[in-house]
């Protein structure tokens, strides 16, 4: 017997004794999911023995994706956070140890805490002008628009109203609508 064919039955005889042990389990508790009132487990199927519930499912995202200049000052602003995070932890470490490096390390984490602070408040800025240059999504039934509508009809009433108003001056009559 070759180390191919040996190879080959320990798989095979793994197999069938991983088939032997395994019975189907309850999805959460690992209880028998076919136990009768004896206490046997029955068989399942081969398919039923292969078939693994997966451990996560992908849905669909409920927001829309950032727009791009915002993730990118917030893929910054993270990343300054970290690096002042680590100066500061150094630093302290440093000061611990009685190191003449902490001095300068301290300097250091104080810039780094002042240009961090600008990262996070550059997300808020950028996220502002990016607002105000594209424009919010707002939905169709807005109490701000159906207000707009609103005042836009009740504008339009009044100057077809003022129109035919100075109509009927220019025709003559102080007023009438008819001529009897």
């Known amino acids: 017997m070759g180390t191919a064919e040996r190879q080959e039955a320990l798989v095979d005889g793994a197999a069938a004794r991983l088939t032997e042990q395994r019975r189907p389990e309850a999805l959460d508790r690992g209880i028998p999911a076919h136990e009768s009132e004896t ?3 029955e068989h399942a199927t081969s398919e039923e023995e292969l078939y693994y519930r997966p451990l996560w499912i992908d849905e669909a995202a409920p927001r829309r994706r950032m727009p791009d200049p915002v993730r990118r000052s917030s893929v910054r602003a993270v990343l300054i956070i970290a690096v002042t995070l680590v100066q500061a932890m150094v630093a302290f470490l440093y000061t611990l ?5 902490a001095f300068p390390m301290v300097l250091s984490s104080v810039a780094s805490t002042v240009v961090a602070t600008w990262g996070a408040l550059d ?5 502002q002008v990016w607002n105000q240059r594209n424009g919010v999504v707002s ?3 807005s109490t701000a ?3 707009r509508r609103e005042r836009r009809r009740a504008r339009r009433q009044a100057r077809s109203a003022e129109r035919a108003q100075a109509r009927i001056q220019r025709r003559g009559g102080a007023g ?3 001529h009897s």
């Open 145 to 147: 628009r159906a207000l």
């Open 139 to 141: 939905a169709p039934s």
């Open 123 to 127: 997300i808020w800025v950028t996220r």
């Open 176 to 178: 009438q609508l008819s």
């Open 39 to 41: 206490g046997s487990t």
């Open 97 to 101: 140890a009685g190191s003449w490096l």
